[in-house]
């Protein structure tokens, strides 16, 4: 439509320096990325077919919750980031097994589990290399105080050295559960990993 070619010529020009965007460093994909966002906002207002109720209200959060996580993951701010379980959530990392046709499990811990785990992070030997996580919009579905999200994500890792390189490209599929006070939490988080050679083991969570 009009306005997908409109956003999608101004990327073109943005990615190729014909001409300068409206804020200074912004990423030609950031263009593009705020078509769907247009969409999704006027969908949820009753602008268009499909997603119904309150953005600010119901997607929003969840959201926001998702990358949360990344930023906290990225930071090693993980007593912050286990702060987003649920008393019953638990934490996956799967893959898919040509050998066996199904995703199976690397990393699979309910809550109390998890949190030892990662409490016990500092006493291993560690990837010297900073993480970055790089995530596309969470597509969220909320059904009262529950929601499910999809998210792609990237991971890069760079190393003391300068040098960086991708780590890790996968899809978060997440449930969540609202409380009474508003605030969203995991009831499971998973990574599914679709890369399954990774350059350096690690003990942090992805």
């Not at 010529?9 to 804020?23: I, S």
């Not at 990392?93 to 690397?106: C, K």
């Not at 998210?151 to 409380?179: K, N």
Request: net charge negative; with cysteine.
């Amino acid at each position: 439509d009009s306005e997908r070619q409109e956003i999608e010529d101004r990327a073109y020009k943005t990615e190729h320096n014909h001409e300068p965007a409206d804020e200074p460093d912004v990423p030609a994909a950031r263009l593009l990325d705020q078509l769907w966002i247009n969409r999704i906002v006027r969908k949820s207002h009753g602008g268009g077919h499909g997603m119904t109720g309150a953005l600010d209200h119901d997607i929003a959060p969840v959201q926001r919750i998702v990358l949360q996580t990344a930023w906290l993951l990225d930071d090693e701010k993980l007593a912050d980031w286990i702060a987003l379980f649920d008393a019953d959530g638990a934490y996956e990392i799967t893959s898919y097994s040509p050998e066996l046709q199904r995703w199976t499990p690397w990393w699979s811990q309910p809550l109390e589990l998890l949190r030892k785990t990662v409490s016990e992070v500092p006493r291993h030997v560690r990837d010297p290399a900073k993480r970055l996580h790089v995530l596309s919009l969470p597509m969220v579905e909320v059904s009262g105080d529950a929601a499910r999200s999809e998210t792609p994500f990237a991971l890069y890792r760079t190393l003391p050295t300068g040098e960086s390189s991708l780590y890790m490209v996968g899809t978060y599929h997440d449930d969540l559960r609202r409380f009474g006070d508003g605030s969203w939490r995991y009831v499971r988080h998973c990574a599914r990993a679709h890369t399954r050679m990774l350059d350096a083991f690690t003990h942090l969570p992805v």
